[in-house]
């Protein structure tokens, strides 16, 4: 048995310590809102918050998650809409949808470390892969959440 804080939820999981915390998330909590896009962490469809910082879940162990706090997309706008949700809808982002958790979960963490990211810094931090190609959207989208939270 392992213990779980997932979104500010104290979580008690029967599950092998080298599984996945992607689908300790998805099948045993079921928040399905992390997606599962390749299992080697390199599209970011499942990319979650530990302690901040965004890590792609299908290849992180979920007894490295022990002790830590677990964002998901489901706990990242609980209350009200953060600005990055709100500057993705305003923008119209998605286009399928499926890499949308991933990439707001990535853009939030480099706005929390970047409040005001260049073109440049927003690629190079955004290695999130969507097949949609909605990346011109994306960078929109960041610009005006960092604008919309230096104003607030």
């Not at 929390?112 to 260049?118: E, F, L, T, Y």
Request: aromatic share 4%.
């Amino acid at each position: 048995m392992l213990t779980l804080t997932i979104n500010g939820q104290t979580n008690t999981v029967d599950v092998e310590d080298d599984t996945p915390l992607l689908w300790v998330l998805r099948d045993t909590v079921n928040l399905t809102g992390t997606k599962f896009g390749c299992g080697i962490a390199a599209c970011g469809a499942c990319t979650v918050h530990i302690d901040g910082e965004p890590i792609r879940s299908c290849s992180f162990p979920v007894s490295d998650a022990v002790g830590t706090n677990i964002t998901t997309i489901e706990g990242l706008g609980e209350a009200k809409l953060t600005a990055v949700q709100e500057a993705w809808i305003a923008e119209q982002v998605p286009q399928c949808g499926y890499c949308q958790s991933g990439m707001i979960m990535a853009a939030s963490a480099l706005l929390r470390q970047n409040p005001d990211p260049s073109d440049t810094e927003i690629d190079e931090a955004m290695t999130n892969i969507c097949r949609c190609g909605s990346y011109p959207r994306i960078r929109k989208a960041i610009h005006r959440a960092a604008k919309f939270k230096a104003e607030a």
